[in-house]
């Protein structure tokens, strides 16, 4: 166990903690007092770290997330929806219709229970009001540029990745490329704001 | 001033605040007692509450923008360069040569001193990370996004309108669109990854 967390920078305080929260599995017993570590071992670890420092998850939330990643029976979709739905955070309410009605106009595959819609729907309302107007028509430019990152972000996901992996990939970009596309846009502001009016 | 609170929805109490920050120009005094506050009190009220509510600006950071919106002196890219920096918030540092190179390659003007440049600095060690790259070339999808929709919200600034109103609309554009992408994104994520991995 020194050695994995030699190997992983995780203290061997957090691994026990992690053995016994079953965020990570226990190592083969050699005696006693040894057990055998492998790369499975350290890539869990990346993965939690990941978790908590980037995805700002609790041990609990994390528990959950492996629990549905060592199912073998939930198929990769479904297990990194899991994953971003619980990096971007919970919806205080459900879906309003309008925002359903919006992702079925756009022809997105998307469940009614995306706590991602429901945020977007409370919105709507404050859009409206800034006379940019909520329909297709009106949100394309939005819309096109979500697809056009969100393409490239699900294409990247590692193809003969382990699924700790695609995980532990999954919830970074989310995160990060998030905040990257987010400054991205105020310095692109920034710039045509320059031509048109500086 | 009874008059006014009624017509714009903020209370006496908070008028008299405002005025006494700086914030509101006083009304036209017609006796002791009476004041006339005329459509620009109502515009200028409606846009404190965006950049407190939507904003989530301070009173004293309010004043400051105030001064610059006052300032007949500065144009119309630096007023909303000022909008646009205090919602969006402070940086940490400054930026990265990398990030300055960055924009640079993008043919993007922008400031030096921005913060949305510094924030993104910081970031892209863990772009790397994800084995994304940081070369203009492996952000492409996500600066042709930002562009795409920097355009259409630049353009979209009311073109007659008075300087309060375009400030409102920059502030209010500036948070509530930029969530409303970050959404419209996560949604475009799972609707890719239904078709690929579903």
């Known amino acids: 166990m020194a050695e994995l967390a030699a190997r992983s920078g ?9 053995i016994r929260e079953g965020l990570l599995p226990a190592g083969s017993a050699r005696s006693r007092t040894q057990a055998d570590y492998d790369d ?9 770290r990941v978790l908590r420092e980037i995805g700002g998850l609790s041990v609990a ?3 959950e997330i492996v629990a ?3 199912d073998p029976a939930v ?10 739905y619980a990096v971007s955070g919970a919806a205080e309410q459900s879906a ?5 009605e919006l992702a079925r106009g756009l022809g997105w595959h998307v469940a009614a229970d995306s706590p991602a819609l429901a945020r977007l729907g409370a919105m709507l309302p404050v859009v409206r009001s800034l006379g940019i107007g909520t329909s297709v028509a009106d ?13 490239r972000e699900v294409t990247g996901v590692p193809d003969g990745a382990s699924r700790d992996e695609q995980v532990e990939y999954v919830a970074a970009g989310t995160v990060v490329m998030g905040r990257v596309l987010a400054e991205l846009r105020l310095l692109a502001q920034e710039s045509v704001s320059s031509q048109l009016f500086g």
Chains 1, 2 share one sequence.
């Open 40 to 48: 499975t071992h350290v890539r869990r670890l990346r993965l939690i």
């Open 61 to 63: 939330r994390i528990g």
């Open 96 to 100: 309003s219709a309008e925002a359903v």
């Open 75 to 84: 198929g990769l979709h479904d297990l990194l929806g899991t994953v971003q």
């Open 139 to 151: 949100l394309r430019p939005w819309a096109e540029a979500a697809m056009l990152v969100a393409r």
């Open 10 to 18: 995780v203290s061997v305080a957090s691994i026990k903690f992690y």
């Open 68 to 70: 549905v990643l060592d």
